[in-house]
């Protein structure tokens, strides 16, 4: 597999960014966030990927690297595979009894991911 790349990265600490406070941090569906460039709004994981990725300007290989790295750690696909097929982050954000800081936990996690 190797390394996450340093733009996966960037990726994954954007949206860390974006959803660092709770409030920032949609629990149930996408959140009101409907631009990359909306501020104020919440925003469920897999968009805080998303619209971190935009906002960096990256490649949508960082963005599907990034998603690797979190489906890797919940187990939505093996190890050995760097690309995910199209499974969804959302119902994992959005499982009843999901908090704020398993969400956070899981970005630091896939982040620091090698």
Not at 23 to 33: C, D, I, L, M
Not at 46 to 54: D, I, P
Not at 70 to 94: A, F, K, S, T
């Amino acid at each position: 597999m190797g390394s996450l790349s340093e733009d996966a990265k960037r990726v994954l600490g954007g949206a860390l960014e974006l959803i660092a406070d709770e409030s920032a941090w949609s629990p149930r569906g996408p959140g009101s966030a409907r631009h990359y460039g909306d501020d104020g709004c919440t925003r469920c994981a897999l968009v805080a990927l998303e619209h971190a990725q935009m906002r960096a300007g990256l490649e949508f290989s960082a963005l599907m690297r990034a998603r690797a790295a979190c489906y890797r750690l919940i187990g939505h696909i093996p190890p050995e595979m760097e690309i995910p097929p199209q499974v969804m982050l959302g119902p994992w954000n959005d499982a009843s009894g999901r908090t704020h800081a398993e969400v956070l936990d899981l970005l630091r996690r896939a982040k620091e991911a090698s």
